[in-house]
């Protein structure tokens, strides 16, 4: 058995949970210690858990949004 590929299993399956906690810490950060609105904090850690949870890099999308499709 492969252990460090057991390992790297593991934290590519916790990768979504942990960029949610890293998004509430910045959420967190933001409110308390900048003092910015919280509606705009909510919306600056939605998008950096949107980006960083993305399911592929924005220059390997295909440029025609019907191929995609079907």
Do not use: H, Y
Not at 1 to 9: A, F, K, L, R
Not at 36 to 62: D, H, K, S
């Amino acid at each position: 058995m492969n252990v460090d590929g057991e390992n790297m299993n593991f934290i590519i399956e916790a990768l979504p949970i942990i960029w949610v906690a890293l998004g509430v810490v910045l959420l967190l950060i933001l409110n308390m210690k900048f003092k910015i609105n919280g509606m705009l904090a909510l919306l600056l850690a939605a998008m950096f858990v949107g980006v960083c949870e993305a399911p592929f890099p924005l220059e390997t999308q295909q440029s025609d949004p019907l191929a995609r499709v079907g």
